[in-house]
């Protein structure tokens, strides 16, 4: 089964560009009718879906975010990242990165802690 | 948008009880498209049940999920003290395209 590691800052500054890593290993990212998507969970809170990328580049992002969600995929690295634009306060969370097919999250990476602050 | 509301918020219970979650959707969810999670502090969340009643791989069978439309369930028919964690349903297909419940949090006396 394949397993998922997020990585990346974990301090970012108001108003700059969140970007998170998921590297998948033991699987790999081009595998049809597999999608891969983050997903955020702010402190003490519930979870929210931020968006999805299918290995041929399509991508689907929660509308909530999408003026500030890229979501990309390089095959090559079998890695996908998370670009959110514009942070606040408000994008302090910690974020995963999941696999589904297509309906329900499987796998899931660790996690990991994104605050933002100056 | 779809709004997924799950009750009770908290649930108190002992070992070996039986313990039923529900979770209610504000419209009806596409071809029961409903996860279960598990999440327990400081862990990512791991899948119990999808599409409304089919357990993941090496989940307990004390586990069990049912419903259609907008009334799902999930049971842990005799608990045990590792179940004590949050549970959240999951919704695929209406927008957004995924949406979780609130959760519902079990302690185990």
């Known amino acids: 089964q394949a397993q998922l590691q997020e990585s990346g800052p974990g301090l970012v500054k108001p108003s700059q560009t969140l970007s998170l890593t998921c590297t998948v290993s033991?699987?790999?990212?081009?595998?049809?009718?597999?999608?891969w998507s983050w997903i955020r969970q702010h402190p003490g809170k519930g979870l929210e879906w931020i968006g999805y990328?299918?290995?041929?580049?399509?991508?689907h992002y929660n509308p909530s975010l999408k003026s500030r969600v890229t979501i990309s995929v390089d095959t090559s690295k079998n890695q996908f990242s998370l670009k959110l634009s514009s942070v606040t306060a408000a994008d302090t969370a910690v974020y995963y990165c999941?696999?589904?097919?297509?309906?329900?999250?499987?796998?899931w990476g660790q996690g990991t802690v994104v605050t933002v602050s100056s | 948008e779809i709004v997924l509301t799950q009750s009770p918020g908290t649930l108190s219970l002992s070992p070996g009880e039986r313990a039923t979650l529900s979770c209610r959707a504000s419209?009806?969810?596409?071809?029961?498209?409903l996860a279960w999670y598990q999440q327990k502090p400081g862990q990512a969340p791991r899948l119990l049940i999808y599409?409304?009643?089919s357990r993941a791989t090496g989940i307990p069978d004390r586990f069990s999920g049912s419903g259609s439309g907008t009334d799902f369930t999930l049971t842990i028919s005799r608990l045990e003290p590792e179940d004590s964690a949050v549970y959240y349903c999951?919704?695929?297909?209406?927008?957004?395209?995924?949406?979780f419940g609130p959760g519902t949090k079990v302690d185990i006396k």
């Open positions: 999941a696999h589904s097919s297509p309906d329900a999250f499987d796998i």
């Open positions: 033991g699987g790999s990212i081009s595998s049809g009718g597999y999608y």
């Open positions: 990328m299918y290995y041929s580049g399509s991508s």
């Open positions: 419209q009806s969810v596409i071809n029961s498209y």
């Open positions: 599409g409304a009643s």
């Open positions: 999951q919704q695929y297909g209406s927008s957004p395209l995924f949406t």
